[in-house]
């Protein structure tokens, strides 16, 4: 079989199949050997990996990971693709395709039936409308995922792994960190898609954390603190904390509370590291 990264092989594939590309399910398809590479050693994918892939279209990056990887499965949306996917992955037995919606298949019972239970990586070109909720779908659904490896709009990647005090750094910030290690991976110009996208992208790589679970004593409060914190970003914390009704302390207690535990009342949120808005959350809880 020709590349797949081959603007012109691919057309010709495109037209045999009658495919045309949908703009609301943002499809754009990788055309660069070596961006695909840059995905594969950033997920460090070794012959003993499962990788469970979201959005395959027309299977570049599923050869390439069938290539390094010992069990690929790929979810595919549309339907439209899964006769182009059965020409361009013909032959390669290390791979098997799904049809669905990774936001509605049940994806621990996926990974039970076909991992065994076993830890897996997440690589994936995601759609840029939909990046957001798809991840957080796997940082929430406590998912034995090692890694998750994903090309996202550049100015998420910013948002993901922005440091405490800058501009990015936001209630996705922490949510992501919270869970996981973000590092860069490559960054990637919109000439390398078909069509190409009107935004640059970056491949960024989702460490997992081994102990997010010990940050804070109950998840989910802790991140209504967080939606409290950062919709207010420009309020100081003890401002906004007396005014979220998320305790009872009066502000004056409040205040005395922060001091004590070495955080300072007129601090912004976004100027807290993960851990000390882990900390003032224990404070408070």
């Known amino acids: 079989m020709q590349s797949l990264t081959s603007p012109r092989y691919l057309k010709e594939l495109l037209e045999r199949h009658n495919f045309r590309f949908s703009k609301s399910l943002g499809q754009n398809f990788l055309i660069d050997r070596n961006i695909l590479d840059k995905i594969i050693e950033g997920a460090r994918i070794t012959d003993s990996d499962f990788v469970l892939e979201v959005g395959p279209g027309v299977g570049t990056l599923t050869r390439a990971l069938a290539e390094k990887a010992g069990y690929v499965v790929a979810v595919e949306i549309d339907k439209r693709l899964l006769p182009v996917l059965e020409e361009t992955l013909e032959g390669v037995g290390n791979v098997k395709v799904i049809h669905g919606d990774i936001l509605k298949l049940d994806i621990g019972r996926l990974a039970a039936d076909e991992f065994s239970g076993a830890p897996f990586k997440v690589v994936a070109n995601l759609p840029y409308y939909i990046t957001t909720p798809i991840i957080m779908r796997f940082l929430e659904g406590d998912l034995p995922f090692t890694t998750i490896v994903v090309m996202v709009q550049k100015e998420v990647a910013e948002r993901m792994s922005a440091a405490p005090g800058t501009k990015d750094y936001g209630a996705l910030t922490v949510a992501v960190q919270f869970?996981?290690?973000?590092?860069?991976?490559?960054?990637?110009?919109?000439?390398?898609?078909?069509?190409?996208?009107?935004?640059?992208?970056?491949?960024?790589?989702?460490?997992?954390?081994?102990?997010?679970?010990?940050?804070?004593?109950?998840?989910?409060?802790?991140?209504?603190?967080?939606?409290?914190?950062f919709s207010q970003r420009r309020k100081t914390l003890l401002n906004t904390l007396a005014a979220s009704g998320l305790t009872d302390l009066s502000k004056e207690d409040l205040a005395q509370k922060l001091s004590l535990a070495g955080i300072d009342p007129g601090r912004r949120a976004e100027t807290l590291s993960l851990e000390k808005l882990a900390k003032l959350y224990n404070t408070i809880g």
């Open 179 to 229: 869970y996981t290690r973000p590092r860069i991976v490559a960054r990637v110009p919109a000439s390398v898609f078909m069509p190409p996208p009107k935004v640059d992208s970056v491949v960024i790589a989702l460490d997992r954390r081994d102990e997010p679970a010990a940050l804070v004593k109950d998840r989910a409060g802790f991140f209504r603190m967080i939606s409290a914190l």
